[in-house]
C-alpha cells in the first residue's frame, strides 16, 4: 500500500504524455514497482521521474519520464529487460542517484549460488535519447576470493579498466530501448 502511495505521489502533480516514437507498455501496476527516483537529467530545471519495475521473468523494465521545463512530463525512454531482478535480498535492482547526479540502474546477485556479482549502468540524456553511458561491474567466486573481478568504462568516450589495466571499447552510448545483456563489454563479462 505504501509503494501503490508512493508512486501516486510522485507522479500525480504533472501531466503525462506518451511519446509516440517510444514503444513501451501503457502503464505499470504499482505493485509492480521495485524502485523509483527523481531527478533532472535533461538539465531543463524541471523534475524528471524513472521508474524500475517487475518486467519478464527475473529482469527488471525502466521506464523514464522527462519533464519539458513547464511541469509536464513525457515518456523519454522505456527499457524493457534493464536488470536482472531476483525475488529475494541481495537479487534486487534499485535505481540511485550517481556523484554528478546520473541516474543509474544497479543490480546484483550476491545471495545465491558460487558466483556472485554487481552491475551498475549510469545512464546519460544524449541528443533527445536516454543511453546506457556507462557500465561498472564487479564479481567473485564464493569458493575462491582470489578470483575477484571487476570493470569500469565510460560508453560515451570507450575509455575505461578491467582490473587495473585500460581497455578500449567502441565509443558511443546505446539507447536504453536497445540495451541487453549482449551489449556487455567483452571486458566486463
Known sequence: MFKALFIATLLAPVAMQANAQITAPAGFASEKVISALTGDWNNDG?????????????????????????????LAGYARNIAFAGRMFGNTPELLLGK?????????????????WERTLTLAYRNDVMVVGGITTSGYDTMDPKSATSC???L??????SGKDPIKVKAGGIPIAQWTDDNVPEECQ
Open 46 to 74: 524541471g523534475i524528471d521521474h524513472a521508474v524500475l519495475v517487475e518486467g519478464d521473468d527475473s529482469d527488471a523494465a525502466l521506464f523514464v519520464y522527462l519533464s519539458d521545463g513547464n511541469g509536464n512530463v513525457k
Open 156 to 161: 560515451l568516450t570507450g575509455k575505461g579498466k
Open 100 to 116: 554528478t547526479g546520473a541516474l543509474q540502474v544497479h543490480s546484483e546477485n550476491i545471495a545465491i549460488g558460487r558466483n556472485h
Open 152 to 154: 569500469d568504462i565510460n
